[in-house]
Antibody
Framework: EVQLVQSGAQVKKPGESLKISCTGSGYSFSSYWIGWVRQMPGKGLEWMGIIYPGDSDIRYSPSFQGQVTISADKSINTAHLQWSSLKASDTAMYFC??????????????WGQGTLVTVSS | EIVLTQSPGTLSLSPGERATLSCRASQSVNSRYLAWYQQKPGQAPRLLIYGASNRATGIPDTFSGSGSGTDFTLTISRLEPEDFAVYYCQQYGSSQYTFGQGTKLEIK
């Protein structure tokens, strides 16, 4: 079974750093892009960026470029999303999802269970 | 950036009825890069439709997708109680992904 399992909920203070993870199993992790999606409380889905673990090629959404860092360690089948200095506005649920690519088509499936990040003083 | 606008924002229907959800793009979208997802409270999104009209594995045939260019539709032919959720369309173009703001399908 293809599965993405994310790290647990985090409560942080403004200015602190954070790194959350997404571990894949049941498939060749290096061969599929992994995307990150933000969902702020009560809001919709926002695409943040994607990474190809095979060579760490990364594409960021302009809205998130410079705000977060996406990385991957293919040796442990894990992708990461990190912040160097959190803000209260980073409070959200963060999902990872595998990008499936077919001839002239792509889609996100499956999704991780989500990691809730709460930033509060 | 291509903006996706979903309508209506909320759709109130009864089990057994037909639901029609719309997704309109600010510019033409390659239909091969149009997907639909379902999200229930407290859960991750689940893929329903990819390539505008292809059902994902395990998705019942009561769900169908159609459309091209700037107008896309998700149709649920006969609503089951478990279908009441939020639905998002998503597109890929110019190396960017965008989601619509969602349509909440609620029980009338």
């Amino acid at each position: 079974e293809v599965q993405l399992v994310q790290s647990g909920a985090q409560v942080k203070k403004p200015g602190e750093s954070l790194k959350i993870s997404c571990t894949g199993s049941g498939y060749s992790f290096s061969s599929y892009w992994i995307g990150w999606v933000r969902q702020m409380p009560g809001k919709g889905l926002e695409w943040m960026g994607i990474i190809y673990p095979g060579d760490s090629d990364i594409r960021y959404s302009p809205s998130f470029q410079g705000q977060v860092t996406i990385s991957a360690d293919k040796s442990i089948n894990t992708a990461h999303l990190q912040w160097s200095s959190l803000k209260a506005s980073d409070t959200a649920m963060y999902f990872c999802a595998r990008l499936n690519v077919d001839t002239d088509s792509n889609w996100f499936d499956p999704w991780g269970q989500g990691t809730l990040v709460t930033v509060s003083s | 950036e291509i903006v996706l606008t979903q309508s209506p924002g909320t759709l109130s229907l009864s089990p057994g009825e037909r639901a029609t959800l719309s997704c309109r793009a600010s510019q033409s979208v390659n239909s091969r890069y149009l997907a639909w997802y379902q999200q229930k409270p407290g859960q991750a999104p689940r893929l329903l439709i990819y390539g505008a009209s292809n059902r994902a594995t395990g998705i019942p045939d009561t769900f169908s997708g159609s459309g091209s260019g700037t107008d896309f539709t998700l149709t649920i032919s006969r609503l089951e109680p478990e279908d009441f959720a939020v639905y998002y369309c998503q597109q890929y173009g110019s190396s960017q992904y965008t989601f619509g703001q969602g349509t909440k399908l609620e029980i009338k």
